[in-house]
């Protein structure tokens, strides 16, 4: 039986024998075998003898559709096969001497494929195009086994059924009907071989071999011939077909607008879109617009992440893309990604979708399995294309591609100008602007901003100080190479790990969740769709604390399982987990819609952090009218010390640009710079109260200033 068979997700003709380690084995465990394919010769008979006469003798059949194009010698053994089904004579003939059919099928190939026609054993029809006018082969490779238990396994690849096919670089990827995440790609498959058996197939017309031998369509090749493919323009029967890249979802009117804008732009530009309003949507929009203009589109998405891979796939299924997933974790991408561009060059695919983390797009083998797309048909998308911008990953940006996109609600690099530049040259300027402020009330939630003040203990402000010191003495140096900075880089970091780390912050927190849920317990509802962010290496002491309060938490950091984040995420939106403690992985990607509450113990003064992390919470779901953001701010005590100015000040100019941009779209606005209002004139400061993170970026970069500029 199928599934006693120990198979691999990906057979490779670089380190397998196809036909010898997977298509035997599969025959030898099959009742039913169907195959759809390109080209085929009877040699591949041969090669797969011991299979097939294992599949005949647990009265087996194979059902298989090809293009027309036949070696003479095949084609003679077909009509002579078929005539043999109502000819007993011919037939007696056929059968002597092939009692032993696997010798027959290695030493008599032809005479025992017109025995295994005439018997019924094997069943041939060939796909025609439709439209014979704009041509087309039937290039698909793609074959269903199923056995007695209807278990059934779907390979699909580059490899022909032919003797040529067996020696070339080919690839097949392999699918099981009982494992739960495959089941739907067996399930497709036979859907579609079985939709082209009984000729439902939109772009081609299926014939037996009789309708053949009337219709005088096949095309007979010299054995030596390599396969020719007609190339030509099939636009009509690409927007026809149901399984071609297609708009699935109504876009919303600025959505439209964004795609106008890129196209209008050259179909370069970036869409500086605020989290939550459905970047991805709209660029894959875009794809399938240059797919219906086209007629053909090879796709490529780089995505930060590799939790994103599956989340991008998903949608990338809903507009009718199949994409090759690239990572470290996916095995033989790279032959994948090479076979499935030597068909889309052939014009046997119409698309190729090609999804990579940043990391794999930036490594030479990625470059060296997509060199032979075209530039003129190939369009690359860049998630969070900010991060493309660093220096480790720019090789990423691939030149070879004419139609280009970056997505990302903040798109400029933070004290990176070089960076910054380089993705503006690449991608093209910002061609769509959409702000949280006009998707507020609209595609995004309304948020409560309420500021939480806290100060650092003595300790805590003499080391803060101490540093302080340090960094403004190194500031002042005319010295400016690189020992100096990477010290004073160094002395900005340890600073900052004290204002993400500070112990109030923790006592502060437990003191509002404790208020919490005594409300809800007043109300007699269950306190849930709480998340907190808090500093690198707290999680634990923070997760503990709040465990302590009887709340069902869990921890969503980089050392949990993609498997175990899904599971995680699911338990959060019902309810059956009421907190999530994080610490980096929910900045980017990862939709938490139902969260209402979010404590924001740590963030960095990079305002890509920030913002995504504020996007997280501010996604619409079902009964949630608002989302309440917490966001503990660490200030100077002015009440117990004298007043430092250049220490106090520091503190204040790091926290400030983000109060000023977390609050000025608040539906508290005004009530959440009351909190600040009169320690800010106490420091003669009230200027920060308007002075957002790109304001006070511009001011630091005029004046060459370097404090500030660290991102934990």
Not at 314 to 343: M, Y
Not at 501 to 509: C, N, T, V
Not at 549 to 567: M, P
Request: glycine share 6%; net charge neutral; with cysteine.
């Amino acid at each position: 039986m199928l599934k006693t068979l120990n198979l691999k997700p990906v057979y490779d003709s670089s380190e397998h024998d196809l036909i010898r380690d997977l298509i035997v084995p599969l025959l030898l465990n099959s009742k039913n075998y169907f195959r759809g394919v390109g080209f085929f010769t009877s040699g591949w008979l041969r090669l797969a003898s011991k299979g097939l006469v294992e599949l005949i003798e647990n009265a087996g059949k194979a059902r298989i559709v090809l293009s027309p194009n036949l070696q003479e010698s095949d084609w003679e053994a077909f009509q002579v096969g078929e005539k043999a089904k109502v000819d007993a004579s011919l037939k007696l003939i056929l059968e002597r001497n092939i009692d032993d059919l696997q010798s027959a099928l290695e030493k008599d190939t032809l005479n025992c494929l017109a025995w295994m026609i005439a018997d019924g054993v094997l069943e041939f029809r060939f796909a025609i195009p439709r439209d014979r006018w704009f041509g087309g082969d039937y290039h698909d490779k793609v074959g269903v086994f199923i056995d007695e238990e209807e278990n059934m396994v779907a390979i699909h690849g580059s490899f022909n059924d032919s003797v040529q096919g067996s020696l070339n670089g080919e690839a097949f990827s392999v699918f099981k009907s009982w494992e739960d995440g495959q089941r739907p790609y067996v399930g497709q498959h036979l859907s579609r071989l079985l939709s082209l058996w009984e000729d439902k197939n939109r772009q081609f017309r299926v014939y037996t071999i009789p309708d053949a031998i009337r219709e005088k369509f096949i095309k007979l090749r010299s054995i030596y011939d390599r396969p020719y493919y007609l190339l030509s323009q099939r636009e009509i029967l690409i927007r026809e077909s149901s399984d071609n890249p297609r708009r699935s979802i109504k876009l919303r009117t600025f959505q439209e607008k964004a795609i106008e804008s890129w196209l209008s732009a050259g179909c370069r530009g970036i869409f500086e879109m605020a989290t939550g309003t459905g970047k991805t949507f709209t660029s894959l929009a875009a794809a399938v617009n240059r797919f219906e203009s086209l007629g053909r589109l090879a796709l490529i998405i780089l995505v930060p992440y590799l939790h994103l891979l599956e989340q991008w796939e998903q949608n990338c299924r809903k507009f009718g893309f199949s994409p090759i997933l690239c990572s470290g974790d996916h095995a033989r991408w790279q032959t994948e990604v090479q076979s499935k561009i030597q068909d889309f060059n052939l014009n046997a695919l119409s698309n190729v979708c090609i999804l990579a983390v940043h990391q794999t797009a930036a490594l030479d083998r990625f470059k060296k399995a997509i060199k032979a797309l075209k530039p003129e048909t190939t369009m690359l998308i860049g998630d969070e294309v900010h991060g493309l911008g660093a220096s480790k990953l720019r090789d990423a940006l691939i030149p070879q591609v004419e139609m280009r996109l970056g997505l990302s609600a903040t798109p400029r690099r933070w004290f990176d100008e070089d960076g910054t530049k380089l993705l503006l040259s690449y991608f093209g300027e910002v061609c769509f602007e959409f702000s949280l402020e006009e998707a507020i009330g609209r595609y995004l939630t309304p948020y409560e901003y309420l500021p939480q003040l806290v100060n650092l203990t003595s300790t805590e402000m003499d080391e803060y100080e101490e540093l302080t010191a340090q960094i403004t003495k190194l500031c002042n140096t005319a010295d400016e190479d690189e020992g100096v900075r990477e010290r004073l880089e160094n002395l900005l970091l340890k600073r900052a790990r004290i204002v993400a780390s500070a112990e109030q912050k923790l006592i502060k927190l437990i003191s509002i969740l404790k208020g919490l849920v005594e409300d809800a317990k007043t109300r007699d509802e269950d306190l849930r769709d709480i998340l907190i962010y808090c500093a690198p290496g707290k999680h634990k002491e923070v997760l503990k604390a709040v465990a302590n309060l009887g709340l069902r938490c869990r921890e969503f950091v980089h050392t949990v399982s993609l498997s175990e984040r899904a599971k995680i995420l699911e338990q959060f939106a019902k309810g059956e987990i009421q907190v999530l403690v994080a610490v980096k992985c929910l900045d980017e990607g990862v939709d938490v819609p139902s969260t209402r509450t979010a404590f924001f113990l740590a963030s960095t003064t990079n305002p890509k952090e920030f913002i995504q992390r504020r996007g997280r919470v501010l996604r619409l779901a079902e009964r949630k009218d608002r989302a309440i953001l917490y966001d503990f701010i660490v200030v100077p005590d002015s009440e117990l010390m004298p007043l430092k100015r250049d220490v106090d000040a520091s503190l204040l100019k790091r926290e400030m640009p983000r109060f000023a941009e977390f609050s000025s779209s608040a539906i508290n606005q005004f009530e959440a710079r009351s909190v600040v209002l009169d320690l800010l004139d106490k420091y003669e400061m009230l200027n920060l109260l308007n002075e957002k993170p790109w304001d006070v970026y511009h001011k630091l970069i005029k004046n060459k200033a370097i404090d500030g500029i660290i991102d934990i």
